[in-house]
């Protein structure tokens, strides 16, 4: 069987998406590469094709730094389960690497939604492991939220099961949004969370571009104390998922945190949604990295894990050299 490559329109690129029933995440959805195309990148809807059926799709986002320019491919790309085979992946590998060429870049980025048993697929066609961290989840936490909240609450460890009790008896409660005051609320407590935990955030107006793009989509979680707000969960929405996107909050001895969680759970279910997405954890026996206590947390509302590919990577020029020197050392510095 052969197939066509090439570039689609948004609107075939986004039926495509809402319809696919396989493994996905919200990085290959038309809202996502919009969101990207508002902070200046260049976006690639791709289609796979065979006897002129659309049966696969990629968003390629064109990355441009000081010191490089790539092509990343995040989650994807997405094919029919039927179709999805070694000879449809080598056939966009060999695409992909042809439209790299073409347009000048150093090198090409690729994080598939595959196990990682097919990495000889990938160094075949003289990929290599990137040599950066989680670029997108790799470890995935996916709790299934098609039973009735009960049978959730009994499948969370006991703990989690307690705290989230615990939030209607202490009377927490959480408003729910997508307006500029919410945003207001959880930059507030994003801000606390940078200043604790020592990393670099997001500029605030690119949440806020986030939020536009996405619209009903992305909603805001926040739980007050009295009169206050403790902690906020920015959660995003399709078809099939709830997704938890960023979170932060500030010490309280209450459950303020089970109570976005819970609230966004919730709100899933009301939307129809099979899955909530924890997004990114870490072993439970990598005690000293620095998301094992929120990775904790997220495994304690029940669920399985997902493990995906290691990003790859295929160098271009010279200068994949010294971007994966840099990346190497940012990783290092971090406590990756």
């Known amino acids: 069987m052969n197939y066509t490559i090439k570039i689609v329109d948004k609107a075939d690129f986004d039926r495509f998406y809402k319809a696919f029933k396989g493994r996905k995440t919200f990085l290959q959805s038309v809202a996502y590469g919009q969101f990207r195309e508002a902070l200046g990148e260049t976006i690639f809807y791709i289609g796979i094709f065979s006897d002129q059926k659309l049966v696969g799709i990629s968003l390629l986002q064109k990355v441009t730094t000081r010191l490089k320019t790539f092509l990343h491919i995040p989650h994807g790309p997405l094919i029919m389960e039927e179709l999805d085979t070694d000879k449809v992946w080598k056939s966009f590998l060999d695409f992909y690497k042809h439209f790299g060429k073409e347009r000048g ?17 990938f160094c075949q066609k003289g990929f290599v492991d990137a ?32 705290e989230v009790r615990q939030i209607d008896k202490k009377g927490l409660t959480v408003k729910q949004g997508n307006a500029e005051e919410d945003l207001d609320i959880f930059w507030k407590l994003h801000l606390e969370t940078v200043k604790r935990q020592k990393f670099t955030p ?31 969960s920015i959660i995003i929405f399709d078809d099939t998922a709830a997704y938890y996107h960023q979170g932060a909050s500030r010490y309280s001895k209450l459950p303020v945190a089970h109570a ?4 966004a759970i919730k709100e899933a279910k009301k939307r129809g949604c099979r899955y909530f997405n924890f997004w990114g954890v870490v072993s439970d026996t990598d005690k000293k990295h620095p998301w ?35 990346e190497k050392y940012r990783k290092w ?4």
């Open 105 to 121: 870049v150093d090198f090409l980025r690729i994080s598939p939604l595959l196990s990682p048993d097919k990495k000889p697929l």
């Open 131 to 162: 040599p950066v961290h989680l670029v997108n989840p790799e470890k995935n936490w996916i709790l299934d939220i098609t039973e009735d909240l009960e049978v959730i609450l009994s499948n969370m460890k006991k703990s989690t099961r307690y």
């Open 202 to 232: 997001f500029p605030k107006a690119n949440t806020a571009k986030e939020m536009a793009i996405f619209g009903d989509d992305c909603q805001i979680f926040s739980t007050m104390v009295k009169d206050d707000y403790y902690s906020a």
């Open 260 to 263: 976005t969680i819970w609230a």
């Open 292 to 326: 094992y206590g929120l990775s904790r947390f997220k495994r304690g509302f029940g669920g399985y894990e997902e493990n995906y590919l290691h990003c790859q990577d295929y160098p271009l020029t010279f200068k994949y050299r010294i971007s994966a020197f840099i």
């Open 333 to 336: 510095k971090r406590g990756y």
